[in-house]
Nanobody
Framework: QVQFVESGGGLVQPGGSLRLSCGVSAASRNIGSTYRMGWYRQAPGKQRALVARIYGDDSTNYADSVKDRFTISRDHAKNTVYLEMNSLKPEDTAVYYC??????????????WGQGTQVTVSS
């Protein structure tokens, strides 16, 4: 069983910052520490989309819409993945989720989704 618990969302003004956390519990693997992890978001009426990913060697990749504003990282000891979000825009408003991403199609998560954390950017 793999479970993801996202936290850290909230209401923030445009230009503000938030730091999301993803706790990963796994019976047999330190997924958050060693595997391919991604942050996804789903805005109302839209499909869930991958916005940032981190590989086993800690290399990263970002969607163009968040590049230079968001940073994905992880704490190996805590088996936790983070998403630092700066210069937030109203279009960043969405529910944010984490998951191990499918190596052949990163837009798809490998495991069941957690409850997500709501990020609302509004003045």
């Amino acid at each position: 069983q793999v479970q993801f618990v996202e936290s850290g969302g909230g209401l923030v003004q445009p230009g503000g910052s938030l730091r999301l956390s993803c706790g990963v519990s796994a019976a047999s693997r330190n997924i958050g520490s060693t595997y391919r992890m991604g942050w996804y978001r789903q805005a109302p009426g839209k499909q869930r989309a991958l916005v940032a990913r981190i590989y086993g060697d800690d290399s990263t990749n970002y969607a163009d819409s968040v590049k230079d504003r968001f940073t994905i990282s992880r704490d190996h000891a805590k088996n936790t993945v983070y998403l630092e979000m700066n210069s937030l825009k109203p279009e960043d408003t969405a529910v944010y989720y984490c998951n191990e991403f499918n190596v052949y199609n990163p837009e798809y998560g490998v495991y069941s989704w957690g409850q997500g954390t709501q990020v609302t950017v509004s003045s």
